[in-house]
């Protein structure tokens, strides 16, 4: 496995762009250094998170801070458009207070959990007006350019963190099956041992061919490959804050 395949660092402090293509630029499994909002805006998708996969709509929102694994499965061969923003969370520490932590959406909760929120047309009109002028300022520097983006970003993890907040206790349901669910809870729980499919199809009671099968049908990617991602030993989450830099993502 190519390590730099499945963990994305990114130079810079915050990226952000629209995307609009029927192929991620990280197409498999994969996880962060940072923290990720991930804004769908068209398209027929499933977005895949830890042990969960939830068909997308306009306005969902799904979020991920650095030790979640996910990947976005296009279920067409049509492009599909997203609003994508990245950045580091050491930058944000500065602005949080005891009674406002802009980060609470992404460390307050269980891995893999509360993930997926969905905007109504209003609110989603206001979160796209501040995501375009932080896209632009980070696509035409100039003087300021870093205060200003940070000031767009930290407006834009208020509107988030309300977000979440309001729908924390909606139920939303997964695609995933409780057999391949398992599996992944099987994994997680077992990262010590040498893990092979037929152990773990038949500590599931499970045909491997079926596992194999369903479990590509289902996340769009193969057991194996996930199973190296999770026994992985990725770097250091966070470096020490530097500079602002900024940097435009596809």
Request: hydrophobic fraction near 35%; aromatic fraction near 12%.
């Amino acid at each position: 496995m190519k390590h730099s395949e499945y963990y994305q660092p990114f130079q810079g402090d915050i990226l952000a762009g629209i995307g609009n293509s029927p192929i991620s630029p990280t197409r498999d499994f994969h996880i962060h250094d940072h923290y990720e909002i991930f804004l769908f805006l068209g398209g027929r998708v499933n977005g895949f998170v830890e042990q969960y996969s939830y068909p997308l709509q306009r306005g969902d929102v799904l979020i991920f801070n650095n030790h979640e694994i996910h990947k976005i499965i296009n279920l067409t061969q049509e492009p599909y458009e997203r609003l994508t923003i990245h950045f580091r969370a050491p930058q944000i520490y500065p602005f949080c207070t005891p009674a406002t932590n802009l980060l609470a959406c992404f460390q307050n909760r269980q891995t893999g959990e509360h993930n997926l929120a969905h905007m109504e047309e209003t609110l989603l009109s206001e979160y796209l007006e501040l995501s375009m002028h932080l896209i632009e300022t980070v696509e035409k520097p100039k003087y300021g350019s870093e205060v200003l983006a940070l000031t767009y970003l930290i407006q834009l993890l208020v509107l988030v963190n309300e977000l979440y907040t309001r729908t924390r206790s909606a139920v939303v349901t997964s695609v995933i099956s409780p057999h391949i669910q398992a599996a992944m809870s099987y994994i997680d729980g077992h990262l010590q041992l040498n893990l092979t499919l037929e152990q773990i199809a038949g500590e599931l009671g499970l045909d491997k061919y079926y596992l194999s099968h369903m479990f590509k049908q289902q996340t769009g990617g193969t057991l194996y490959r996930y199973v190296l991602l999770k026994k992985s030993p990725w770097p250091s989450s966070f470096c020490p804050p530097a500079p602002l830099s900024l940097t435009p993502a596809i």
